[in-house]
């Protein structure tokens, strides 16, 4: 399979997820040990069911949040993507989270993916997030 077809996978999985709360499908993209270094947060998430509890989070702290990717580039093991969220007020208490400021939640980030195998491995994110704070 190449980049582009896993990363179309991957949005779909990545939908699902924060649409539906459905995460069978993204759990057979991610290995179970994959890290999301997202560096404008200064945060890293470790493994697939941190993964899973960070959007779980994220759909308690804005319910109705909506995202959306674009596919960039992708060669051999790696790709790139845009991604953008909002559509959602940051209104819910959620552990390890600011306290809701009832802003609207905007997201923009660049990602690039690393595949092993395969599966999803390493991810690095670079963006801004604004209505947390």
Known sequence: MNTKDFAER?????YEAFHEGKFDALEKL????????QL???????????????IMGMRQMAPGV?????????????FAAMYSAGGARFTAQVPGAPPPTGKDIKANSLFVFRL???LLAEV??????????
């Open 124 to 133: 690095w994110a670079m963006g801004s997030v604004s209505g947390l704070t």
């Open 10 to 14: 991957y949005f779909k999985a990545e």
């Open 40 to 54: 404008s947060m200064g945060l890293e998430v470790k493994g697939f069911k941190a993964h899973k509890q960070q």
């Open 30 to 37: 991610e290995n179970p040990d994959v890290i999301y270094h």
């Open 116 to 118: 092993n195998k395969g």
């Open 66 to 78: 909506r995202i959306e990717w674009k596919y960039v580039t992708g060669d051999g093991n790696v």
